[in-house]
């Protein structure tokens, strides 16, 4: 425990001594969240909400990118206009808090705050969409919904969450399909360039599709604890939402045709991920590109002629580079310093002190491997920003993500039989199971009973296990990714 | 009306005819918004979404250089927690939307959607701040509120609106003070220098405080029917509410004291504010500095060799100069397209065709005055470049600002009696009335009934019309600024 000045960096629980608390501490000690009164709601600290404003800014420019509008609708919906899509209500209703009074008047009908806006969205395209120029529609939202949970994790499952919701609309089923698997390869991207994150692309099996959806994609990420945790999903509506809603459009040949839909989201969940991607004993570790602190420069023995000096001139060399750059000069101690920052997942430490001044040189620690370098602070400090881009934009992003996919791979295996699934996982400790199934729905639910692990998704990529189905016996149709699920 | 393939920019309703309904045209047709069978409530359609994002973009990045910090709070106050403090609940649970189910489940308390959350940040600061070393706290949050309004209009009054809220908390009075008066000066910037519209920066009379305040400071701007529109709020709470959520910290000295606070916001209603300040018959005159849009570029007869060619060219100069700029090369007719970027309210556009081209120049026309000028295209674009880059930061929010200060002034009246109000009102139409006044609640509430005119604040720049109270006669002690408002 480093302690100075009156305040300490605890110490958190360690990973392997009770996972679950080792997350909570460090959502709290490294000051993402705190709770609150409203019981399954959290305040998003300034720390956590600084890495929801980045994941936004970089997901907001490739949705733009790809062409895509924000919108924002209304947070209620009326339970008429829930109930216009029969498997849509189904799954929502029972998890949706409802407005009854407005004031000290009671509604005349109640409203829901949105759990997801497919309905709003609909009823808007009901009214602006009449003719083939006016597809596509390709709109986005960043707001916050609510679901009605039992059981609430900070960022993994709560009452109140952050995300955007897409929602889009087009003449033909083929473009559908092809917006729903483009933003499912735009999370991926974004997870796997941005957070470093590998995840398995796949297609959820009928029984854990989206209520309402013809087909749902998911990113699957396994965490250090070796469950899955969906990151991520974009969902294919065929044109059952636009029959439902009385969504018409007159086509070239001036004839009346139902449009097809797509929605897709992540949510605030995605810093849940990276909790528990990336973070180790120490605390939290942040991707580069998230970080809302890329480098902190820690002078040592900051007292002494001309460190504080230095450590200013790294400071704006960095800054000017576009780096999002601390320079702590506050009375801690450099001890209390690189505990506080390592906590808090900075990737980037700059060590300056007055031997280091002496040698014209710096140390750079990179946080996710605890490594130290020295470098150079010649060349009017180009070398020494060179180094440090270097650093956030290739070897860290690189480096994290070569670990996570190693434990992921680490973590993956192939099973042939129930039994061995089960022997394996006893063995090695949860993690993915590829297996094969023949596509009966309650196979799948016989494999989670026994096993314990669900079916997480049909990836894209496919492989083939065997040639018969891990529960009955019978030909197989599809390698399945399995896993226990956050 | 130009009319073109199959679509028409419809005529909108003057502003002498009907104001109100001349202001409901334009948020329709130039797609702001569209109503939903949400009662109060309103879909923000692109084109107005991202009206708002540049308002967000600009006023965040003020925030950010003043040292403030985004966080998120929930969307739900339990109603023990709105109770909290006295004036506050008295003040906001007439018109809050109340949460009493939970899926099927009756709540045990019921909850209401955050109408405004000072009671979450108060419950928040009483568990983060104990010490002198965690002040000041200076957050921010961007998000929606729901107020059940009975009468509502897209943007200036409806159910659920978005705005910002900031919230802080400080160890002594004279800094909050000093917060207080800082957001409403960079309220009142933002709003003379990026949306072109001036305003009087004042304080509230005591009748018109935020629930809960011990002052409110405001911006009142001038629409173009003469009422008075409150763009910007700014509030000092003493430490009222740390008292009654018992926030306190230990001061130097070891000894329990209580922070003071201040909240602060903007609200969507400053779309409706540059509607009503720069629109004109044609439709929407926007700012550049938060136009999606800032510059158009309409080809003329684009059919002919090397127009559209010429036009790629120029759009591409604009775009590298950071300009946002659109190329508009579909089929409508220059006419069509001439009354639809007007209707949207883009500050430039220009003109380019084969005669242009010919004589190596093109047409610039500005929206908020209809001038059009002749630039040269020599110099590889850059004289070209460099005039719409001198027209979008300077010359046209210079201009629009002074044509609507000359309007302001134009509109401003000095009166000494409430008679005077009356006549001068009957005979110029309505504005912004300065006169003295005593100080009592009774003379405010007589001249909002004898003369229809309202006390919008007391300005910070104070005048000295007369020496007596207009209503009682009886000394003055401040002049106020009355009129009617939105």
Redesign the interface.
């Known amino acids: 425990m480093a302690k100075n000045n009156?305040?300490m960096v605890e110490a958190i629980t360690s990973m392997e001594e009770d996972f679950a608390k080792w997350y909570t501490d460090i959502v709290k000690k490294a000051e993402l969240i705190?709770y609150?009164?409203?019981k399954g709601?959290?305040?998003?600290?300034?720390y956590g909400?600084?890495i929801?404003?980045n994941i936004q800014k970089i997901l907001d420019g490739m949705f733009k990118a790809t062409g895509h509008?924000?919108?924002?609708?209304?947070?209620?919906?009326?339970e008429s206009?829930l109930q216009k899509e029969k498997d849509h209500v189904e799954g929502f209703?029972?998890?949706?808090?409802?407005?009854?009074?407005?004031?000290?008047e009671k509604l005349e009908e109640?409203?829901c705050?949105r759990p997801t806006s497919e309905t709003?969205f609909c009823?808007?395209y009901a009214?602006?969409i009449h003719?083939y120029?006016d597809l596509p529609k390709l709109?986005n939202q960043w707001?916050?919904v609510?679901r009605?949970e039992k059981t609430t994790r900070p960022f993994l499952r709560s009452?109140?969450f952050?995300w955007q919701e897409g929602h889009t609309i087009h003449a033909t089923a083929e473009e559908a399909i092809e917006e729903t698997e483009r933003m499912l390869n735009t999370y991926a991207e974004f997870c796997e360039k941005s957070l470093a994150m590998p995840v398995i692309k796949g297609r959820k099996t009928d029984s854990d599709k989206f209520a309402g959806a013809e087909s749902t994609y998911a990113i699957e990420a396994l965490m250090h604890d070796g469950k899955a945790l969906q990151a991520g999903t974009s969902h294919y509506f065929g044109d059952g939402f636009a029959k439902a809603f009385g969504i018409q459009y007159t086509n070239k040949e001036n004839k009346l045709q139902y449009p097809h839909q797509t929605s897709w989201g992540v949510t605030t969940r995605l810093i849940g991920a990276i909790i528990m991607t990336h973070g180790d004993d120490n605390g939290l570790v942040l991707p580069p590109a998230v970080a809302p602190i890329q480098a902190v420069i820690v002078p040592v023995a900051q007292h002494k002629e001309g460190v504080l000096e230095k450590a200013g001139e790294l400071y704006e060399k960095l800054k000017s580079a576009g780096i999002r750059v601390k320079l702590d000069d506050s009375e801690n101690s450099a001890g209390w310093k690189y505990a506080e920052y390592e906590m808090k997942g900075v990737p980037v430490r700059i060590e300056i002190g007055p031997k280091d001044i002496e040698n014209n040189r710096c140390v750079l620690a990179t946080r996710y491997n605890g490594e130290k370098t020295t470098v150079s602070l010649e060349n009017m400090l180009e070398t020494f920003k060179d180094k440090v881009v270097s650093l956030l934009e290739d070897e860290i992003p690189q480096g994290m993500f070569d670990k996570a996919l190693e434990n992921m791979k680490k973590r993956t295996y192939a099973c042939k039989t129930m039994d061995e699934i089960v022997k394996v996982l006893a063995e090695n400790g949860d993690g993915f199971v590829k297996a094969m199934w023949c596509g009966d729905e309650e196979c799948e639910d016989k494999v989670k009973e026994a096993t314990g692990v669900g079916s997480r998704c049909v990836p894209f990529e496919q492989e083939e296990i065997s040639d018969t189905c891990v529960c009955c016996g019978k030909p197989a149709k599809k390698m399945v990714l399995w896993a226990k699920a956050y």
């Open positions: 009156g305040k705190e609150t009164s409203v709601c959290m305040v998003i600290r300034p909400y600084a929801w404003e509008e924000n919108v924002c609708m209304p947070m209620f919906i009326p206009l209703a029972p998890e949706v808090a409802w407005v009854t009074y407005g004031g000290n109640r409203l705050v709003l009823e808007h009214n602006i003719s120029r709109y707001v916050s609510v009605w009452r109140e952050l």
